[in-house]
């Protein structure tokens, strides 16, 4: 009976898709069908798998190849997302799996070839999220390009890293290396042009990007870049010590080994559930920032490793993919910790030092609490953290998360070379956006500018006024600039020239109601860390050698 039911729902699905306008295709892997949406003049292929997550013992690995189909594959399921700590639906019946690795192509009704491609790799502190979490399609409709967004492992599933045979960490990143490799392979059967494609992100998707700035897996796989509040050096970006991490989360799940054995470890991890690997949200709230599962540092293996060493090692080395580069932050990312002011603020004077970076370390605990004082000091003077010092309090989470992060990955790549950086800050708030609590002032959130690019209003709830129309236009401009030509400003343009930065982060330009060429963006602020971070950086590595049980382990 329930098999009827299901058949007679598909072929309902399948009717109504037919009724549309259809385009098909010939990819690698088969024939695709698309479809126009009601009243849309874009083509959407949704749920088309680009790579299959392994399964078993085997989930923590590197994805393996897509299926082959013979018949036209229906590109109409949107549903499907990675199994995630926080579920995000926004009002959508969306489907946790453990195979869930597809990408979502819009592609504009058009004949023409060759068209620019946008790779989209969604945010989500690496923990939650999904390729439809933000779109783009108003970006398509005023120019014509093709946009793809996909999903990748989450969480544990996506980030554990024991540097063992079975889990070596990364899946997560070598899924959106697969998917990088499928557009590659097959972007021009939909009227894209493999060598011109620009990756994009927002959030932990922007610190993904530009760490494909620094693996050996992905030269040749783009032409330019644009990270949207988050970079390779951010502090949730890179995992200090993943083996250590694993076992702080295990014991969390109620897991404990006397003799600390990797091995035990990883036979826990693998016999999970997805249930219950995703049950502790804490993780979220980390008072240093950090958020556990995360990329890691590769131990060698004897097969492809996505990063080889430390994000910051490879930039100073100059092995860095040298691509044009638009990078920037919105002017008050902290606010994105506003939401556990009342129950931090208290804490923060209490014992500040817990609230330090988590990629920072000290000699000892007096050490610490000594650095603990100057950063209060620095940022809180001799106030308390207080409703009264609530913007210190937004600074202090905007430079450490995601500021400091940014402006010291543009530092070390300009002087690796890379000389087509343009660097900005966006500080456009609308006055219908509320309040900063406590204060009678409006501030750009975390990733405001991605929502001035994209559909919709997400984070910032906006209606959209006629200031805030008239920014999406001229963020929209600036960013099918930078996806055509390299550069945010090209010559002739009637926008105000937009010179590429230097390494002391100016000139940056700042994005308001108008444009302004500024100077060094928060110099003062990020010469006070760039001291700490010189001193007490904790270098990420890669986990140590285990005694193998099996043959993968070799």
Known sequence: MWKCVVLLCLISVIAGAQAREARLVNIAQGPVRGYKEQNDTLFAFYGIPYATAPTGDDKFKAPLPPPHWTEPFEAINKDVICPQLVFMSLGLELKQQEDCLIANIYVPDTDEKDLPVVIHVHGGAYQLGYGELMTAKQFIKENNMIIVNFNYRLGAHGFLCLGTGDVPGNAGMKDQVALFRWVKENIASFGGNPDDITINGFSAGSSSVDLHLVSPMTKGLFNKVIPESGASLSVFTIQTDPVENAWKYAKMLNFTNKNKDVNDLENFYKSASYDTLNSIDQILNEPDSTFLFVPCVERELGRERFLDDAPINVLKSGRNHKVPVLFGFAEMEGLFRMPLFDTWYSKMNEKFSDFLPGDLKFSNLEEKEE??????????????????????????????????????????????????????EYSFVDDNVPLVPYTN??????????????????????????????????MRKLWYNFITSGKPVPEG???????????????????????????????????????????YYAMPTAPPPTTPRNKTEL
């Open 441 to 474: 002032v409006r501030g750009a959130n975390h990733c405001a500018q991605s929502m001035a690019v994209r559909d919709g209003h997400f984070l910032n709830a906006q209606v959209e006024t006629r200031d805030f129309i008239n920014m999406k236009q001229l």
């Open 371 to 424: 650095v603990a004082k100057r950063v209060k000091e620095f940022y809180f003077g001799k106030k308390p953290v207080s409703k009264e010092t609530v913007f210190r309090y937004i600074d202090y989470f905007t430079d450490v998360i995601f500021a400091y992060g940014t402006l010291k990955s543009v530092q070390l790549q300009v002087e690796s070379g890379n000389k087509d950086i343009y660097l900005y």
């Open 493 to 535: 343009s009637d926008i105000p020239l937009w010179p590429p930065t230097d390494a002391n982060g100016g000139p940056h330009m700042s994005l308001d109601k108008t444009m302004k060429l500024r100077g060094p963006l928060i110099q003062q602020r990020f010469l006070f860390w760039d001291a700490i971070y010189e001193e």
